[in-house]
């Protein structure tokens, strides 16, 4: 994902960003490293061509610089697109570990779960998003895992 455009506004201490897709996301100082403040205000932010246009960077009065990434204001604003693709990239680490581990080649792993070699090397690939959660808890089921599920309600802040 990339970013549109980002502002700072130091009344209210944070920035804004606006994605390609035309989301609009905010993102408080508190957040950011070096933190700007009043004693030490934004004197310039920007879209940065050199990180992908998929992060900002702010320029502070004292000439310290930082850098947010776009994955950064996503968790903080908690998107749940991206919180659900956080979890099927975290279930594709689990299962490339544990292929690694099982000491089964591809081809056996790929027989025991109906499909083919090709399709196995999708599934175990951290940077294909497409892909189901059924079929990485199915490859990790092959691979001698179990996978628990937990839902927790969130306590009001």
């Keep these: 994902?990339?970013?549109?455009?980002?502002?700072?506004?130091?009344r209210r201490n944070e920035?804004?960003?606006?994605?390609?897709?035309?989301?609009?996301?905010?993102?408080?100082?508190?957040?950011a490293d070096p933190r700007p403040g009043s004693d030490d205000r934004i004197e310039e932010v920007f879209i940065d061509k050199e990180l992908g246009n998929e992060a900002f960077t702010y320029i502070l009065e004292s000439g310290k610089e930082g850098s947010v990434h776009l994955e950064q204001v996503l968790e903080y604003n908690e998107d749940p697109?991206?919180?659900?693709?956080?979890?099927?990239?975290?279930?594709?680490?689990?299962?490339?570990?544990?292929?690694?581990?099982?000491?089964?080649?591809?081809?056996?792993?790929?027989?025991?779960?109906?499909?083919s070699v090709p399709q196995l090397y999708r599934l175990s690939d951290p940077a294909n998003t497409r892909k189901s959660m059924s079929q990485l808890v199915a490859l990790l089921h092959v691979l001698n895992c179990d996978v628990d599920l937990v839902v927790k309600r969130k306590v009001a802040a």
């Design 1 to 10: 994902m990339k970013m549109r455009s980002v502002t700072s506004s130091n």
């Design 15 to 31: 920035f804004t960003v606006v994605t390609r897709s035309g989301n609009t996301y905010t993102f408080p100082y508190a957040e």
């Design 81 to 115: 697109k991206y919180l659900a693709e956080l979890l099927i990239y975290k279930l594709t680490l689990e299962a490339k570990k544990g292929i690694e581990e099982s000491g089964l080649s591809m081809r056996q792993i790929a027989k025991r779960l109906n499909t």
